[in-house]
């Protein structure tokens, strides 16, 4: 929606499309309403939305409407929420190679996991994508995937027992030698 002011506001009916689809609205655990296809990585990890979380699910909207299919695919929403969380998306181009580098570009930027690497206002990006003669083309490179939550987390408890058991060794060990010394 346009709104009085000249800004756009992204909204959502959260109306399922079809049974068993994964176009369904999310609550999950906070106040975070919105489509998971749609929503900014910040918006999913339960951070307040912001102007680039809008600008994330405008970009998002062009490149399903420019591919055929959103980003992100899985096999559930909780696969696809992961990977808006971890990954930066495929490039368009690998989808879409007629595509002009210099839209591909816009939309790569508005699509990015990183916040700060979006554009900064909704402005900015209307006029790329109004003056895409001006638009200098760069190659897109996404940024290296991290880790989910869930797996950081298993990562941190699996190095913390590692580290348990390697005190449990040590100090079986040195009461070994303790003992042996003793006789």
Known sequence: MILEDGSIKIIDFGVALLEGARRVTWRGLSGTVGTPDYMAPEQLRGE???????????GVILYEMLCGHTPFEG??????MNQHVSQDPPSILQCNPSLSPAL???????IRRDPQKRYKSMRDMMHDLRHLDDVVPTDYSPDVPKAGG?????ILLTLIIIAICL?????????????????
Do not use: C, K, P, W
């Open 150 to 154: 869930r797996y950081r987390r298993a």
């Open 48 to 58: 307040r939305g912001m102007v680039g979380s809008d600008i994330y699910a405008v």
């Open 104 to 110: 591909a570009t816009v939309v790569m930027r508005a």
């Open 167 to 183: 005190l449990i060794i040590a100090f079986g060990v040195l009461a070994q030698f303790a003992h042996s010394a003793i006789r």
């Open 75 to 80: 096999e559930n929403i909780f696969a696809v």
